[in-house]
């Protein structure tokens, strides 16, 4: 099989998969669907909030919004063709993060056949996921997401955009994207820290009105994908 063949057979598996997902009603999806956590490479801490962070958005999110997502995280690394199973990836980390070829490949392909990519800086990956950005899509650009965005609304609503969860650099938080034809690809979220608030009180001891903050952003980023409205407007 060529390579324009297999990109084409993995746009059309991820397509078909994504549109299951939204039609089944929720019973019959009987918390099959999976969310993972991207495993990569380059010395960042992938694993930082490995333990408590996305399972207690799945909780979170299958309680209030009932989304009966399958309860366990999968982590799948980048270059890992099964990431197509995943219609949404979590990755965050402190640190350096390096595509090889091969997994810049492979998540090009995973996102622009249907797939989603939510990345949440855990404070010092900045500098190098925007490089690894622009070697994934060097003909996009990173665009700013306006407070009124419908991604800010799309379950629980949040009038000043992005919150803030922990303190840093004294800047403000910030949420940028990628699109392709109007579909949002990948969430970036930078001075925010969602991940460390979705973790068990007794790691970082939020307050429970910064954790609840935190969770309710995540479940909305999940309803916002999952909901398909990112196909409803949002840039070309």
Known sequence: MNRSTSRSTLALSSFIALVLFAVLPARAQQA????ALLKYNGGGDWYANLETSLPNLIEF???ELEMNLAEEQVVVEAGNPEIIQYPFVHMTGHGNVIFSPTELENLSNYLMGGGFLHIDDNYGMDPYIRVQLARLFPN?????????????NAHFK??????KIHEHDEKAPKAYALFERGRMICLY???????????DLSVHKDSPEKRNEA??????????????????????
């Open 158 to 163: 949040f009038d000043g955009g992005l919150p």
């Open 189 to 199: 979220t930078y001075e925010s820290d969602l991940g460390d608030g979705w973790e």
């Open 215 to 236: 969770l309710k952003m995540g479940a909305n980023i999940l309803a916002y994908i999952f909901s398909g409205q990112e196909n409803s407007s949002d840039v070309k």
């Open 140 to 152: 996009k650009e990173l665009i700013e997401i306006p407070d009124d965005h419908a991604i800010y």
């Open 32 to 35: 099959q669907t999976q969310i």
């Open 61 to 63: 999110s299958n309680k």
